[in-house]
Nanobody, 125 residues
Framework: VQLQAFGGGLVQAGGSLRLPCAVS????????IAWFRQAPGKEREGVAC????????VYSDSVKGRFTIASDNAKNTVYLQMNNLKPEDTAVYYC???????????????????WGQGTQVTVSS
Protein backbone atom coordinates (compact mmCIF):
# COMPACT_ATOMS: atom_id res chain seq x y z
CA VAL A 1 0.00 0.00 0.00
CA GLN A 2 1.30 3.45 -0.92
CA LEU A 3 -0.08 6.89 -0.27
CA GLN A 4 1.56 9.93 -1.82
CA ALA A 5 0.50 13.32 -0.56
CA PHE A 6 1.69 16.55 -2.10
CA GLY A 7 0.55 20.06 -2.97
CA GLY A 8 1.50 21.91 0.19
CA GLY A 9 3.10 25.32 0.23
CA LEU A 10 3.04 28.86 1.52
CA VAL A 11 -0.12 30.89 1.03
CA GLN A 12 -1.53 34.11 2.42
CA ALA A 13 -4.54 34.12 4.67
CA GLY A 14 -7.70 33.93 2.62
CA GLY A 15 -5.97 31.97 -0.11
CA SER A 16 -6.52 28.43 -1.36
CA LEU A 17 -4.55 25.23 -1.83
CA ARG A 18 -5.44 21.78 -3.11
CA LEU A 19 -3.77 18.70 -1.66
CA PRO A 20 -3.89 15.49 -3.72
CA CYS A 21 -3.33 12.09 -2.17
CA ALA A 22 -2.67 9.25 -4.61
CA VAL A 23 -3.51 5.81 -3.22
CA SER A 24 -2.38 2.41 -4.50
CA UNK A 25 -2.69 -1.12 -3.17
CA UNK A 26 -6.13 -0.70 -1.57
CA UNK A 27 -9.69 -1.10 -2.89
CA UNK A 28 -10.04 2.61 -3.38
CA UNK A 29 -13.81 3.01 -3.55
CA UNK A 30 -14.70 1.33 -0.27
CA UNK A 31 -11.69 2.40 1.75
CA UNK A 32 -11.80 5.34 4.11
CA ILE A 33 -9.33 7.98 2.93
CA ALA A 34 -8.70 10.76 5.41
CA TRP A 35 -6.64 13.86 5.96
CA PHE A 36 -5.09 14.63 9.32
CA ARG A 37 -2.87 17.52 10.31
CA GLN A 38 -0.37 18.28 13.03
CA ALA A 39 0.72 21.74 14.02
CA PRO A 40 3.91 22.34 16.03
CA GLY A 41 3.40 21.45 19.67
CA LYS A 42 -0.08 20.06 19.07
CA GLU A 43 -1.58 16.62 18.71
CA ARG A 44 -2.51 15.29 15.30
CA GLU A 45 -6.12 16.05 14.49
CA GLY A 46 -8.55 14.77 11.90
CA VAL A 47 -9.57 17.18 9.16
CA ALA A 48 -11.75 15.31 6.67
CA CYS A 49 -12.54 11.83 5.42
CA UNK A 50 -14.30 10.23 2.47
CA UNK A 51 -15.54 6.77 1.58
CA UNK A 52 -16.26 7.35 -2.08
CA UNK A 53 -18.46 4.32 -2.83
CA UNK A 54 -20.89 5.54 -0.17
CA UNK A 55 -20.45 9.23 -0.99
CA UNK A 56 -19.81 9.51 2.73
CA UNK A 57 -17.81 12.47 4.03
CA VAL A 58 -17.05 14.02 7.38
CA TYR A 59 -15.26 17.23 8.38
CA SER A 60 -13.89 18.67 11.57
CA ASP A 61 -15.77 21.68 12.88
CA SER A 62 -12.71 23.87 12.37
CA VAL A 63 -12.70 23.36 8.59
CA LYS A 64 -16.37 22.77 7.80
CA GLY A 65 -17.53 25.16 5.11
CA ARG A 66 -13.98 25.99 4.01
CA PHE A 67 -12.48 22.62 3.06
CA THR A 68 -13.89 20.04 0.66
CA ILE A 69 -12.76 16.45 0.26
CA ALA A 70 -13.44 14.71 -3.03
CA SER A 71 -12.29 11.61 -4.84
CA ASP A 72 -11.40 10.74 -8.42
CA ASN A 73 -11.92 7.00 -8.62
CA ALA A 74 -10.38 6.79 -12.08
CA LYS A 75 -7.12 8.18 -10.70
CA ASN A 76 -7.33 6.59 -7.23
CA THR A 77 -6.74 10.05 -5.84
CA VAL A 78 -8.41 12.02 -3.07
CA TYR A 79 -8.24 15.80 -3.06
CA LEU A 80 -8.51 18.19 -0.14
CA GLN A 81 -9.56 21.59 -1.46
CA MET A 82 -8.77 24.22 1.15
CA ASN A 83 -10.33 27.65 0.74
CA ASN A 84 -10.28 30.75 2.91
CA LEU A 85 -7.17 29.50 4.66
CA LYS A 86 -6.31 30.88 8.08
CA PRO A 87 -2.98 31.05 9.93
CA GLU A 88 -4.31 28.42 12.34
CA ASP A 89 -4.50 25.98 9.41
CA THR A 90 -0.70 25.94 9.34
CA ALA A 91 0.41 22.35 9.89
CA VAL A 92 1.88 19.26 8.30
CA TYR A 93 -0.96 17.52 6.50
CA TYR A 94 -1.05 13.74 6.21
CA CYS A 95 -3.34 11.47 4.23
CA UNK A 96 -4.30 8.11 5.67
CA UNK A 97 -6.26 5.12 4.45
CA UNK A 98 -7.78 1.91 5.71
CA UNK A 99 -10.09 -0.55 4.01
CA UNK A 100 -11.44 -1.89 7.32
CA UNK A 101 -13.18 1.42 8.05
CA UNK A 102 -16.56 1.31 6.33
CA UNK A 103 -17.84 4.77 7.13
CA UNK A 104 -15.96 8.05 7.15
CA UNK A 105 -14.18 8.77 10.40
CA UNK A 106 -11.62 11.25 11.67
CA UNK A 107 -12.10 10.60 15.33
CA UNK A 108 -9.03 8.46 15.98
CA UNK A 109 -5.87 8.45 13.92
CA UNK A 110 -4.96 5.01 15.25
CA UNK A 111 -7.82 3.56 13.21
CA UNK A 112 -5.73 4.05 10.11
CA UNK A 113 -3.05 1.55 9.16
CA UNK A 114 -1.64 3.31 6.11
CA TRP A 115 -0.12 6.78 5.98
CA GLY A 116 1.50 8.98 3.41
CA GLN A 117 4.37 11.34 3.97
CA GLY A 118 3.35 14.72 5.27
CA THR A 119 3.13 17.89 3.25
CA GLN A 120 3.67 21.28 4.87
CA VAL A 121 0.99 23.95 4.61
CA THR A 122 1.92 27.39 5.90
CA VAL A 123 -0.59 30.23 5.99
CA SER A 124 0.80 33.70 6.57
CA SER A 125 -1.26 36.47 8.13
Amino acid sequence: VQLQAFGGGLVQAGGSLRLPCAVSGLPFGNSAIAWFRQAPGKEREGVACIVSDNDDTVYSDSVKGRFTIASDNAKNTVYLQMNNLKPEDTAVYYCAADNRIISSSIRYDYQYDYWGQGTQVTVSS
